[in-house]
């Protein structure tokens, strides 16, 4: 079993040597990858080619405080100039690769913890180069979600071309462009081991305390920026299978929260399968298919629920432009589904210094709960069809909706209305209205908790 100080070696020994392929994965990077397409892409869209250059200003940066590290702790000491070239550069053979694993061995194995303190206190000034690379990272993201989807784009092509080199060992652009972002953590975590493995009364637990402190800084920005990336990387595969005419969906500080199936009921009461997608600002639904069918902002987002949609493992929701009830497979999906969008909604207006409040949209009532007009009680037939007020949702036929009224909410064109509704919006309150009973239900109908002015009492003719 292994001593604490030769487990403290173990940690040591893996630094040096994965530090020797991370500096040749970036050299490859900069001189097989980065020059030869930067110029390319200069020339088709100069905004991201001013971005790569950014990059790749960073990565050289990078590849330098890497070059230094390997110097500090002993490498040149093992290994000669042409050696260490065509380990940076990437040039071996197998014979040769084969003698340097030997000599990165034998580098790790008499680098000593002294060599790796002041090493690492020396360089950790120079740790923030990767912040500026992460930025330059998080905008690339674009770039990739453009010509990925297109494999027939010029771009596209030359990368596919680039990479094709047999000295990247199948290695690909977007791979090898997340290893510095990945890195400053894993030093993180080696610097941690070997604290781990050593005393306190050891005269070099102090230094690795401070040098952890150090690197720990520079590594909590860089996991935070990596959590953005990360973000971002889903947003842009959720954009790849999208379809539809639909808003941008990069919006600056969106994050993508959940995703998951659901059905939606329509006013005839039959359920639709759509996908759900809830973002930090809006709420989407989609086809299976992942075509775009409509977006709502949460800021003016409301969820209600009754006793009926609960037992069905449902809810409604409540938008200036539409009302409409979602359905899940269990309750436990569904108050998930719930508590995070209440979550999201809650947020939103935290941060929000709007104190609009508009009206939200009537509730339809599906078709079939009733067969007559809830306003005269006339039968529907296939001449005298079925009628939904804008503003009580209620069905009523042509000759009790005979009104148009602008309802900002919806649209700037005139909606239906039905008579009673419309003697409220004029301020008229001489109709009496009638009361109507749920076919269904065979209780008489509460007044509509949607709408901001009282809504008539109906009765299904058949109930009379």
């Not at 292994?2 to 040749?24: G, M």
């Amino acid at each position: 079993m292994l001593t604490k100080l030769e487990k403290r070696q173990c940690a040591i020994n893996e630094l040096v040597e994965t530090e020797i392929r991370y500096l040749k994965s970036l050299s490859l990077l900069h001189s097989l990858l980065l020059e030869p397409l930067i110029p390319f892409i200069m020339e088709n869209d100069p905004d991201t080619g001013k971005i790569l250059e950014d990059m790749d200003k960073d990565l050289v940066g990078i590849i330098s405080v890497s070059d230094f590290l390997l110097l500090e702790l002993g490498i040149c000491e093992a290994m000669s100039k042409d050696q260490i070239a065509q380990v940076k550069e990437g040039y071996e053979d197998p014979e040769q690769k084969v003698l340097h694993h030997d000599l990165f061995i034998r580098v790790a194995e008499t680098t000593t913890i002294d060599k790796v303190i002041l090493a690492l206190q020396g360089l950790s000034p120079f740790f923030r180069k990767y912040t500026a690379y992460m930025d330059s990272h998080w905008a690339l993201m674009d770039f990739f979600s453009k010509f990925v989807k297109n494999k027939s784009a010029a771009e596209y092509q030359k990368l596919q071309e680039l990479e094709a080199n047999p000295f990247l060992e199948h290695q690909n652009l977007q791979g090898m462009l997340i290893k510095p972002v990945q890195r400053i953590p894993r030093y993180s975590l080696v610097v941690a081991e070997m604290l781990k493995r050593t005393e306190e009364n050891d005269p070099y637990h102090q230094p690795l305390t401070t040098l952890l402190a150090s690197i720990d800084s520079v590594a909590t920005d860089v996991n935070d920026k990596l959590n953005d990336m990360e973000r971002r990387r889903e947003l842009i595969d959720l954009a790849r299978k999208l379809s539809g005419s639909h808003t941008e969906i990069f919006v600056p500080h969106r994050r993508l929260l959940k995703t998951g199936p659901c059905q939606k009921s329509n006013r005839r009461s039959k359920l639709q399968p759509r996908k759900l997608i809830l973002f930090s600002d809006e709420l989407w639904y989609t086809t299976e298919t992942f075509v775009f069918k409509r977006r709502s902002p949460l800021i003016y987002m409301e969820i209600v629920e009754d006793q009926v949609n609960v037992a069905d493992h449902g809810f409604t929701i409540r938008t200036p432009e539409k009302t409409f009830t979602l359905y899940f497979e269990d309750a436990i999906d569904c108050v998930d589904w719930r508590n995070s969008i209440t979550a999201a909604i809650n947020e939103v207006k935290r941060k929000s210094t709007l104190r609009y409040t508009p009206d939200m949209a009537a509730t339809w009532i599906p078709d079939d709960r009733t067969s007559d007009c809830m306003g005269c009680g006339v039968t529907f037939t296939f001449f005298n069809r079925r009628h939904h007020c804008r503003v009580c949702g209620r069905i009523y036929c042509s000759k009790c909706t005979p009104h148009r009224i602008v309802i900002s909410s919806l649209s700037a064109e005139p909606a239906r209305t039905c008579r009673w509704c419309y003697s409220e919006h004029i301020g008229e309150r001489s109709i009496t209205p009638p009361v109507w009973k749920d076919r269904q239900e065979g209780t008489v109908t509460m007044d509509n908790p949607l709408r901001t002015i009282s809504p008539p009492a109906i009765r299904n003719s058949q109930h009379l």
